[in-house]
C-alpha cells in the first residue's frame, strides 16, 4: 500500500516540510509500541534521512526502541557520526549492524528462479539473510529509510537493499554483489528492474509478508538558484509504502532528477570525494562506478580523495584489495579459482571488478593518506593531492563543463548523487 508519493523533476521540500510529510503518512498506520527504524549511515550524509529519523523520533517518541544503521560491510557510525546526521536523535537508541556474525539466515530464492532473473548468469540459490534484530527483534513497525539513487550493483539503490544488503549477512552480501558484476555493471546501473532487484524483491515476498515493513524513500537532487537547498542539494521526493509501493515511483523520479546523459565524451573527468562521506576506496570508487559510461575510451579519471585512507570497510577485505588489486575481469576471475580466500569473500571480488577501467581509461587516485606505492600496488594511476587540487580547484569548479586553463573537463563533485553517461554509450 503506498501512503504517500509526492515530487516531482522541480519539486523542492524544505527540512520542515519534508519532516511533515513523514508524519503524516506514517499517522495512517496508527498507534505503535516499538518501532525499529533502519536508516542509512554517514557515508549517505545527503540522503535527507536525518530530517525523515528526526519525524519518526518526533512522532513516536519512547515508542522507536531500536535505530539500527544500515552498515552492510561498513564500519559502525561513531557518536560525531550520529550527532552531525542524526541531530536531536537519542545517540542510546543507536545499534551496530554486524555482518558476519549478527544475522539469521531466514531462507533461500531458489536456483531456478535465480537463474530466470539473471538470464543465465547465476544458477544457485541466493541466502536471504537479516539482521536478528529485524527477524525478531518483536517490533510492530519496522521503518526502511533512505535515498533512492543510481546504484552499482542494484540499478538503483534503496528499498529491499536496505534490508538484505544493509542490514544482511557475509553469504547473501557476497553472492548479490558477485551476481551484479557477472551481469555487468554497466547494463544495470539507472535502471530500476536488474536481475539482483527482482532477488531480493522476491526473497521480501517469499518471507518477509509477515514483518510490518514500511520503506521511507527520498530523491535528492541539485538545487536551482532560489530552492530550498543544503550543500546546494534540494529533496525533490518522498515516497513511502509497505511493501514493495513506492519504490518505482521514487526511482522514476531519481532517474529524471539523477542520471545526467551526455552528448560529448569528456577525455578527462575530475571527481571531489567529501572526506566526511569517503574514507576508503570502498567507498570512493564510486568516482569510477558513476562515470565510467560518461569517459571517452583512453580519458583519464582524476579523483579528488582527502580523506582516504585505506581500500576495505573491513580487514579482511582490505587485505584482499591489497593483495589483488583493481584488475580485468578475467584476472579477477583467474585469481578467485587461485585464491581460496577471494573465493571466500566474493564481495570483495565484485568490488575489483567494479573498481576496475577495464584498462578502458586511466584512473589517477589523489589520496590524502594513503602512499604513492600502495594506490600504485592496487593498480591506479597515483596523483598528489596537494598538486592536483592546486589545478583543479573543487572550490572554483563547477559541476559538469569547465575550462582549466585550455583544458576541458567535466567536474563531479560527489558522484554518489547521480550518474553521468555518454548518450551513444548507454542504450535503455
Known amino acids: 500500500m503506498l501512503l504517500?508519493?509526492?515530487?516531482?523533476?522541480?519539486?523542492?521540500?524544505?527540512?520542515?516540510?519534508?519532516?511533515?510529510?513523514?508524519?503524516?503518512?506514517?499517522?495512517?498506520?496508527?498507534?505503535?509500541?516499538?518501532?525499529?527504524?533502519?536508516p542509512p549511515d554517514i557515508t549517505r550524509l545527503n540522503s535527507r534521512s536525518g530530517p525523515c529519523l528526526k519525524a519518526v523520533e518526533d512522532l513516536y517518541g519512547a515508542a522507536l526502541t531500536d535505530i539500527l544503521p544500515a552498515l552492510g560491510t561498513h564500519v559502525p557510525m561513531t557518536p560525531e557520526h550520529i550527532a552531525k546526521m542524526y541531530p536531536g536523535v537519542p545517540a542510546a537508541k543507536f545499534r551496530v549492524h554486524d555482518w558476519r556474525n549478527d544475522v539469521k539466515t531466514i531462507g533461500e530464492v531458489d536456483g531456478a528462479f535465480v537463474k530466470q532473473a539473471t538470464e543465465?548468469?547465476?544458477d544457485k540459490p541466493w541466502p536471504a539473510q537479516l539482521n536478528n534484530l529485524i527477524w525478531s527483534g518483536g517490533h510492530d513497525l519496522i521503518l526502511s529509510i533512505g535515498q533512492v539513487v543510481p546504484h552499482e550493483v542494484m540499478g538503483m539503490a534503496n528499498g529491499v537493499k536496505n534490508?538484505?544488503?544493509?542490514?544482511?549477512?557475509?553469504?547473501?552480501?557476497?553472492a548479490s554483489h558477485f551476481i551484479g558484476a557477472a551481469y555487468g555493471m554497466e547494463r544495470m546501473m539507472g535502471r530500476a528492474d536488474t536481475p539482483v532487484r527482482r532477488i531480493l524483491n522476491q526473497a521480501l515476498l517469499q518471507y518477509c509478508t509477515h514483518l510490518p515493513i514500511v520503506f521511507v524513500l527520498t530523491v535528492v537532487g541539485k538545487a536551482r538558484p532560489g530552492e530550498a537547498a543544503e550543500?546546494?542539494?534540494?529533496?525533490?521526493?518522498?515516497?513511502?509504502?509497505?511493501?514493495?509501493s513506492g519504490f518505482a515511483e521514487a526511482a522514476a523520479l531519481s532517474q529524471a532528477v539523477n542520471f545526467e546523459q551526455l552528448d560529448e565524451e569528456p577525455q578527462k573527468v575530475v571527481c571531489y570525494l567529501d572526506p566526511e562521506e569517503f574514507h576508503s576506496t570502498w567507498l570512493g570508487n564510486k568516482a569510477i562506478y558513476r562515470t565510467r559510461m560518461a569517459i571517452k575510451t583512453g580519458g583519464?579519471?582524476?579523483?579528488?580523495?582527502?580523506?582516504?585512507?585505506?581500500?576495505?570497510?573491513?580487514p579482511g577485505i582490505d587485505t584482499l584489495i591489497r593483495k589483488h588489486g583493481y584488475r580485468t575481469t578475467p584476472q579477477i576471475m583467474a585469481a578467485i579459482q587461485a585464491d581460496p580466500a577471494l573465493a571466500g569473500s566474493l564481495s570483495a571480488a565484485a568490488h575489483l571488478i567494479h573498481g576496475s577501467s577495464e584498462g578502458r581509461f586511466t584512473v589517477t587516485y589523489c589520496p590524502g593518506h594513503l602512499s604513492r606505492a600502495e594506490v600504485e600496488g592496487v593498480g591506479?594511476?597515483?596523483?598528489?593531492?596537494?598538486?592536483?587540487?592546486?589545478?583543479?580547484?573543487?572550490?572554483?569548479?563547477?559541476?559538469?563543463w569547465n575550462d582549466v586553463a585550455g583544458e576541458r573537463i567535466f567536474y563531479v563533485s560527489n558522484p554518489a548523487l547521480g550518474l553521468w553517461a555518454y548518450r551513444g554509450r548507454f542504450t535503455a
Open 4 to 38: 504517500l508519493a509526492h515530487g516531482s523533476p522541480t519539486t523542492a521540500i524544505s527540512h520542515d516540510e519534508l519532516r511533515a510529510l513523514v508524519q503524516q503518512a506514517l499517522r495512517k498506520l496508527g498507534a505503535k509500541r516499538k518501532v525499529l527504524a533502519i
Open 120 to 122: 543465465g548468469v547465476w
Open 163 to 174: 534490508l538484505f544488503v544493509g542490514c544482511g549477512g557475509k553469504l547473501g552480501i557476497d
Open 231 to 244: 550543500h546546494g542539494l534540494a529533496t525533490r521526493g518522498v515516497f513511502v509504502g509497505q511493501g514493495l
Open 300 to 314: 583519464e579519471l582524476v579523483v579528488l580523495a582527502p580523506g582516504v585512507k585505506g581500500f576495505g570497510e573491513d
Open 380 to 400: 591506479y594511476a597515483y596523483g598528489d593531492l596537494a598538486a592536483q587540487t592546486r589545478r583543479y580547484d573543487p572550490t572554483k569548479l563547477q559541476d559538469g
